[in-house]
């Protein structure tokens, strides 16, 4: 069954895709994070999500905006960046025949499952399409290395200016 898989990240990507293929999915890698800052940020983080794409044939679909306003405070807006994320990955599902969606973001131990999970669902619904739910955070050091191991540029925060500086 074809998946498309929101792409946080290259590194991300790293550790996610190998479960996925596991599971005997066909998946496509959507880039979409608008609210990445700096806009070189972003940059580094679409250049280290082609290297791994090109670098294991991957099917790859790049979305690029830059600088989408998350509101605040923190727990609101990282609900609201979730939900950006997510409802542009159903959309662009449903308009190109995808069954699933998924993202990345389930591989960190630092993002919030449960909201993820549950605006995944709530947007998956919405597009008649369905959300494919898997805790990848046991693959998370396996990213690590597996991207370190590759040379693949690692962020060091989730991507907004307010995460850059806390």
């Known amino acids: 069954m074809t998946l498309l898989l929101h792409t946080c990240c290259g590194p991300c990507l790293s550790g996610v895709f190998p479960a996925l293929q596991d599971d005997g999915l066909d998946i496509t890698a959507f880039f979409f994070n608008p609210n990445i800052h700096p806009k070189e940020e972003l940059e580094r983080r679409i250049g280290a999500f082609v290297e791994y794409t090109a670098s294991k044939k991957i099917k ?19 609900a609201e960046c979730y939900r950006v994320r997510l ?75 307010k995460s850059k500086k806390s």
């Open 60 to 78: 790859a679909v790049i979305k690029e905006e830059f600088e989408r306003s998350i509101a605040d405070p923190p727990g609101e807006r990282c």
């Open 87 to 161: 409802r542009e990955t159903a959309r662009y599902a449903k308009a190109n025949r995808f069954k699933k969606i998924s993202t990345t973001l389930l591989i960190s131990p630092y993002q919030d499952h449960e909201k993820i999970k549950e605006i995944g669902e709530a947007m998956a619904e919405e597009y008649g399409i369905i959300f494919y739910y898997r805790d990848f955070r046991p693959f998370y050091k396996d990213s690590v290395l597996h991207s370190k191991s590759m040379g693949l540029y690692r962020q060091k925060y989730c991507g907004c200016e």
